[in-house]
Structures are given as C-alpha cells and as structure tokens.
C-alpha cells in the first residue's frame, strides 16, 4: 500500500462519497466506521482497509490510533469527517451531550492529529510535499445554533483547531477546513423542510457531496493553502 488517505465517518453520506471518489482515482484508502452499513462491504471489495471505531470514549481513539499504525506506516492526508448531529432536544442530560460533541468533533481530531504527525511527515520526506490534515466542520461555526448549542460549539473548536495545527505543523503538513451548510438531504426530510431549508442559501439548491469532493481536492492539490477555512454554504451567509 502506497500513503493512504484516513477518512474517519466513511460508511454513508459524504464519507462514503470522498471514499468512493478516491477509490476511483486509484487513491489508497482507510476508512473508519461505527455502524457496518452494506457500503463498507462494498469499499472493502473496492480494495479500501475498513477499521471499526468508537470515537465515544478516550480509550477507543487511542485504540483506534495504534490499530491504524498497525495498517500504515505514512498517511498522505486525514480527512476527519466523522460527526455526530445531535441536539439539546434529544438529550435530556445536557452535560454529557456536550462531552459527546466535544469528544466527536473536538477531541477526536486532537489526539489523532498529535498522535499520527508521524504517519503524515514520513509521507512529506519521502515525496517532498506537504502532507494535509482537513476538518469537516460546519456553516454553523459563524452563526452559532439555538437548536444545536454544544454541536456548534464542538465544530467552532474545530475551527480553532484547524488554525493552531495549521501553524504547529507548517510547512510541512497543511491543514484547513471545510465548513458546508446543506450538502444532501436526508431520505426521511419532508417536503416542508427541504424548501425551507433551500430558501436559506442564496443558490437554493441541493447541491450533491460532489460540492466535498472538490473542495477536498482543491486542497489535497494545493501547496500553498494553510489555516484556511473553506465555506460551502451557497451563499447562506448573505441571506
């Protein structure tokens, strides 16, 4: 296996889209997943290396950190876009909602960007080009979100971090972030939702995970982009 790309999240939605489109590309892969959706039997059979992780407790990230060093030796990028979209509404006991976030969103990245640096500088020696780490952050870093309070604050800590490893691991590793408004609709949102939702964004429209994909290339191809945040919300901010 040549440096693989680690996508954490990539059983459905746009995981499974940037896993599938790097596949295609010829891109060696690790995935992770907490649920074994039929489509991570499909990225195995496509030559992906799947590896299952519970981001829920510290001692899963570690365990899933030394599982990945068994797998790899250099990582050419990390995409973190495992996520977790829950809200105060849902979640009576408010103090662990927001640990959950946090832990997903804030912590995850953390410990797996300080512990796998390695992983990534091997891949910036050996071709002489600068490794990337991107978070999967979210429109609501800049607005904040009464509905989803500890969500977006997890996802601001993103944001934060993607400035502080940006600088930290310069120039070696680049890392940025994409933050999308509405990428896909749910198959269960109902027409009342999915209109009101396309009148927030300028462009009004759903725009498909192929908006990701090339984001997340535009980056990967960039040799000069660094603690950037890139916004994919059609526009909703003007509204």
């Known amino acids: 296996m040549t440096s693989p790309i ?56 570690y365990s899933f950190i030394n599982e990945l060093k068994h797998h790899t030796t250099s990582l050419k990028a ?31 990245p953390y410990l ?22 991107i978070h999967l952050t979210d429109y609501v870093v800049e607005t904040g979100s009464p509905k989803h309070l500890a969500y977006a604050a997890s996802k601001a800590a993103l944001h934060n971090l993607t400035k502080s490893f940006a600088a930290k691991y310069a120039p070696h590793i680049k ?5 999308p408004s509405l990428i896909i609709f749910n198959d269960d949102d109902d027409e009342h939702y999915r209109a009101k939702t396309l009148k927030k964004s300028l462009m009004g429209i759903e725009p498909g995970c192929g908006e990701i994909i090339n984001s997340v ?4 191809n960039s040799h000069y982009i660094t603690g950037r945040s890139l916004p994919v919300d059609g526009g909703r901010h003007l509204k």
């Open 112 to 133: 797996i960007n300080l512990q796998c640096a390695d992983l990534l500088l091997a891949y910036q020696n050996k071709n002489n080009t600068p490794a990337d780490i």
């Open 78 to 108: 990390i995409i973190h876009n495992a996520s977790s979209w829950d809200c105060e509404a849902n979640n009576p006991d408010s103090a662990a909602l927001f640990d959950n976030m946090m832990r997903i969103h804030a912590k995850t």
């Open 217 to 220: 290339e535009l980056l990967l």
């Open 6 to 61: 680690l996508i954490t999240g990539a059983g459905q939605r746009i995981g499974l889209a940037l896993a599938e489109h790097l596949l295609a590309t010829g891109q060696d892969i690790i995935v992770t997943y907490r649920t074994r959706h039929l489509s991570i039997d499909d990225l195995e059979r496509k030559g992906a290396t799947c590896l299952y992780a519970d981001f829920s407790q510290d001692d899963a990230i």
């Open 175 to 179: 890392v940025n972030a994409i933050a």
